[in-house]
């Protein structure tokens, strides 16, 4: 399986030097940028955006994709100012060099799709022309958690791509075939990790996601490894009330769970 793959490697450490490291040291090509330097991504300005291009392309990598958090929103935060950030963050995306921002579909709001469909609606003008590709990631305690209300999305707005995560789709109980059977027209990319019923993440293969089978049956080119394999810095914050467990696959610091991730998917895509 020939697959470029990007990851997420605030995960191994949340200095850029470290994680520039962390993703040479695993022949991982690109980032896809979440927090660096103390900052996450949504917070970053254009200058910012120029310095990190510069040392990531100093050292042979670029970035994939902004590992945004918009749309990690409840129901009744203010939107007005998380839109504004949102068109800052399309113009740090032109700095970076990459056309895809990640987002997700608002907390609290499983039974709310009108709320939902005129958010993601006021997203999508607002990159409209930008060239820039929205992708939707489903996600626990999100309106697109379980894969019907992912593919409502991606047939209400066809202009929003799909990034599949299996072990999201396991914490939501939802089958992951079943859900690739539905969504696999509208994916961009994949989120690699992996879980248990019970929660636990765990490395790629391991779980109950069925990672072997849905790469054999994905037809784009990049992978996202996600690790989740330890608690990190900013993980409860990313999560919100939904926190992942740590699984049985524990490792002593975040640069070993971060290879071990990487390893895990490497083993998978070789056979």
């Known amino acids: 399986m020939g697959f470029r ?3 997420f490697a605030d995960e191994a450490s949340p200095a850029l030097d470290e994680q520039i490291k962390a993703l040479k040291d695993n022949g ?3 980032l896809e940028i979440r927090n660096f330097d103390g900052k996450n991504i949504a917070e970053a300005t254009k200058e910012d955006a120029r310095e990190v291009r510069k040392r990531l392309e100093d050292e042979g990598l670029s970035v994939w994709s902004l590992g945004s958090p918009y749309g990690k929103i409840t129901s009744t935060d203010d939107f007005e100012a998380h839109l504004d950030n949102f068109k800052r963050s399309i113009e740090v995306c032109f700095e970076l060099n990459t056309k895809h921002i990640r987002l997700f579909s608002f907390y609290d709001a499983q039974d709310k799709f009108d709320l939902v469909a005129e958010r993601l609606g006021r997203f999508i ?3 409209k022309g930008s060239g820039i590709i929205l992708c939707h990631e489903n996600e626990k305690g999100i309106y697109g958690d379980i894969a019907s209300r992912c593919l409502k999305i991606h047939e209400t707005f066809p202009e929003i791509k799909a990034i599949f995560d299996p072990a999201n789709f396991v914490q939501s109980g939802q089958d992951t075939k079943e859900a690739w059977e539905l969504l696999a027209p509208y994916v961009e990319y994949m989120h690699i990790k992996d879980a248990l019923s019970d929660g636990s993440v765990v490395p790629a293969g391991k779980g109950e996601g069925n990672l072997p089978y849905l790469l054999s049956q994905y037809k784009g080119d990049v992978l996202t490894i996600e690790p989740h394999l330890t608690v990190f810095d900013g993980l409860s914050s990313l999560e919100g ?5 740590v699984g049985v696959y524990e490792y002593p610091d975040s640069f070993t769970a971060f290879k071990a991730a990487a390893d895990a998917l490497k083993k998978i895509i070789s056979r």
Do not use: H, N, P, T
Request: net charge positive.
């Open 241 to 245: 009330s939904s926190k992942s467990k």
């Open 28 to 30: 991982i090509s690109m």
């Open 5 to 7: 793959l990007a990851a």
């Open 125 to 127: 003008e607002a990159a």
